[in-house]
């Protein structure tokens, strides 16, 4: 039985999916939109989020934390720069995700992931 296991495998093992979730981070924070799976976008959301919370105070401890887990320089210098100084005084909630359909072929649902301002 599966009770109590929290999160999702996606048939990978682990090193190729948390290569998965950094790369579509990544993709998040760089284009501040993504088309994907609803089962991604859900995994992805809270992640990105805490990024966000991370970049919201600019210090280098906080900067290489975000290096650590992105492992993209474009992606961390757009993530302080850009997207976090829009969310400064808000709590929280700085992502939403739209069902947009089923994936012709395999019929997965797909969902729209974007930063809310």
Do not use: C
């Amino acid at each position: 039985m599966r009770h109590r296991k929290a999160g999702r495998k996606f048939g990978r093992r682990t090193n190729p999916r948390k290569n998965l979730f950094r790369n579509l981070a990544v993709s998040l924070i760089l284009h501040e939109r993504m088309t994907t799976t609803l089962a991604k976008a859900k995994t992805i959301q809270p992640i990105v989020e805490r990024l966000v919370t991370l970049a919201r105070e600019d210090t280098d401890h906080h900067r290489r934390l975000a290096w650590a887990q992105l492992g993209d320089q474009r992606a961390v210098a757009k993530l302080f720069d850009v997207i976090a100084p829009r969310f400064v005084g808000q709590p929280g909630g700085y992502t939403r995700i739209y069902r947009i359909g089923q994936r012709r072929g395999d019929g997965a649902p797909l969902a729209l992931i974007e930063f809310v301002a």
